[in-house]
């Protein structure tokens, strides 16, 4: 299986959850997202494609009746207060069905933590995301539905000079609990030490692609809003076209 398909079957799974969820509420459900896309942290190498992810993923998302929030570093910095600044009020509602948060950039592990690199990290410790730990507030954030899809490396700490990072948590504290704890599913583009490739999309032309991103909107172009009932089909998602000397990839 090639990595292109191999990566479209998480994908499928992760939008399989989208179109559960799409399917189990009525029309008036609230559902929102916010997009980030950070091509440059810090001094790290800049990304060809993050920004362009985010900015991919939140069209399908508003063709999807998503009300959708974009953070990207195209004109200024991305900064952990924008994000906690965009969940807040979506959590404070009360009335949102599902909320996706959909993150393409520079990423890291550290022991049993994970997270995403801001524009300002690792120079600045603050200015990154803690995964974990805004996951572990999400699961209180009394949504019904958290999506957050992760198309970031999973390098180590010392490989990006990030080992001092802590990182910011992006879901508010509220010290009344909901009824339930929020379900939230989490889908990473690769596994914990490896990195989230780009490729070039044509030899021809500059455009750079996230493989992980790629894959999970090819597989809605693909399937559509029969996307649940055709899981057995999954491995016949489109294959990449093989180049003359191989793709130029970088990773997250």
Known sequence: MRRREFVAVGAV?????LMRGAAGYAASAQRAAIAIGVDKAGDLPKLRAARAGALAVAKWLVGEGFEVKTLTDAHRPVKASD???AVEPLVKR?????????????GFVCAYSEYWLLSGAPHNPNEAV???ESVALA????????????????????????????GSLIFPQDMSRPDRPSDVDVFYATLVGDPAWEVSMAESVPVYEGIFTAAFLDAFKLLGGLFLGMLPLIL?????KQRAGGAAMAGH
């Open 94 to 106: 009360g009335t949102l069905d599902q909320l996706v948060i959909y993150f393409a950039g520079h």
């Open 13 to 17: 799974i992760a939008g399989a959850r």
């Open 130 to 132: 803690s995964v974990v």
């Open 139 to 166: 699961r209180q954030s009394g949504i019904p539905s958290v999506v957050i899809i992760s198309d970031a490396c999973r390098s180590t700490a010392g490989s990006l000079g990030a080992e001092r990072v802590h």
């Open 83 to 85: 994000i906690f600044d």
């Open 236 to 240: 016949l998602m489109k294959k990449p």
